[in-house]
Nanobody
Framework: QVQLVESGGGLVQAGVSLRLSCAAS????????MGWFRQAPGKERDFVCA????????YYADSVKGRFTISRDNAKNTVYLQMNSLKPEDTAVYYC?????????????????WGEGTQVTVSS
């Protein structure tokens, strides 16, 4: 089992930055690819970005490319999501997820473990 706990969400104005963290415990963190997803009210859970277990490769949804950056610190068992130039359409509950193995996947069903989520609200 892998336990994931997100933090860092909040209410911010458009244009500012926010950094989310996801702390993992349980199994060996470095064996897992990590992803960030988000879900707005009434919508499906969407892929945001992901990072391989080594941190050598990342992948981003077009909607956040150039604004968001995913990173990980395997020594701290933590993955981060740096969000810059936030927009009202970024408002959602943000979830981190873990998948055993190296490859990155975009589909939520490919991930084995999920956190409870952290709310990000961006006002205009």
């Amino acid at each position: 089992q892998v336990q994931l706990v997100e933090s860092g969400g909040g209410l911010v104005q458009a244009g500012v930055s926010l950094r989310l963290s996801c702390a993992a415990s349980g199994r060996t963190f470095s064996n897992y690819a990590m992803g960030w997803f988000r879900q707005a009210p009434g919508k499906e859970r969407d892929f945001v970005c992901a990072i391989t277990w080594s941190g050598s490769n990342t992948y981003y949804a077009d909607s956040v490319k150039g604004r968001f950056t995913i990173s990980r610190d395997n020594a701290k068992n933590t993955v981060y999501l740096q969000m810059n130039s936030l927009k009202p359409e970024d408002t959602a509950v943000y979830y981190c997820a873990a998948r055993f193995g190296e490859p990155i996947f975009l589909e939520p069903r490919k991930y084995d473990y999920w956190g409870e989520g952290t709310q990000v609200t961006v006002s205009s």
